[in-house]
Nanobody
Framework: QVQVVESGGGLVQAGGSLRLSCAASGRTFTNHNMGWFRQAPGKEREFVAA????????YYVDSVKGRGTISRDNAKNTAYLQMNSLKPEDTAVYFC??????????????????????WGQGTQVTVSS
């Protein structure tokens, strides 16, 4: 069992930045790839970014490429999502998830929710125009 807790959300103006954190506890953090997903009001949850256990490989949704950076600090059992140049359409609840330990990432293994076993409760990000 892995518990994940997100933090770092908040209200930010368009063009601003936020760094979301995902603290994990329980089973060995390096046993898991980590992913970030988000759910906007009235929409289905969507994939944002993923990172392998080693941090060597990452994968992003096209809408975030160039603006978002996923990283992890295995010594701190924490994953991060740095979001820059935020847009109102980035407004959503952001979820962190721990998933299967793949050595690399494909579109399927990175973006599919069933590849992730443990989910946090989410942190709200609101971007004002």
């Amino acid at each position: 069992q892995v518990q994940v807790v997100e933090s770092g959300g908040g209200l930010v103006q368009a063009g601003g930045s936020l760094r979301l954190s995902c603290a994990a506890s329980g089973r060995t953090f390096t046993n898991h790839n980590m992913g970030w997903f988000r759910q906007a009001p009235g929409k289905e949850r969507e994939f944002v970014a993923a990172i392998t256990w080693s941090g060597e490989h990452t994968y992003y949704v096209d809408s975030v490429k160039g603006r978002g950076t996923i990283s992890r600090d295995n010594a701190k059992n924490t994953a991060y999502l740095q979001m820059n140049s935020l847009k109102p359409e980035d407004t959503a609840v952001y979820f962190c998830a721990a998933g299967k330990n793949y050595g690399s990432l494909t579109r399927a293994t990175a973006t599919t929710e069933r590849e992730y076993y443990y989910w946090g409760q989410g942190t709200q990000v609101t971007v004002s125009s």
